[in-house]
């Protein structure tokens, strides 16, 4: 029978060819998060210089436009649209919210027409009754 000293060996010599055999993939691990940290900075540092470069842009092509070309025609040779200066106009978004206040006498109006809508227990056996007798005669 093994000792609990030796059991403790053989386990810390599989641990220690375990752990040796993650330390290359621990170090790449590593280096791809460094690599997509990178990527990360560079996309900022180029979406930064996209932005600045948006005011020239816009001048240069609203002046292609001064000068005689359709924005169709400069569409075609490549030239997008500038983006939009300022806030979104929210006045059209925020219109149709003011419909769900109409919406009470809908629900008022929906609220009676089941009611009328569903026969009486009265009514029942005879609305039944009523298809039968024409088929039969």
């Not at 599989?14 to 290359?24: A, D, G, V, Y």
């Not at 089941?114 to 227990?121: N, R």
């Amino acid at each position: 029978m093994s000792s609990a000293n030796e059991i403790m060996t053989r386990m810390q010599k599989l641990q220690e060819k375990r752990e040796s055999s993650f330390k290359p993939l621990a170090s790449i691990m590593g280096q791809r998060e460094s690599v997509r940290e990178e990527i990360a900075r560079l996309i900022k540092e180029q979406e930064k210089r996209i932005a600045e470069l948006e005011g020239p842009y816009r001048s240069a092509f609203n002046g292609a436009i001064a000068g005689g070309w359709s924005a169709e025609e400069l569409k075609a040779l490549g030239a997008d649209e500038p983006a939009r200066r300022g806030r979104p106009k929210v006045s059209r978004t925020r219109s149709p919210k003011k419909n769900p206040q109409q919406s009470p006498p809908e629900t008022a109006k929906d609220d009676a027409e089941p009611a009328t809508d569903q026969p009486s227990p009265e009514q029942t056996p005879a609305a039944e009754g009523t298809p039968e007798e024409s088929h039969s005669a």
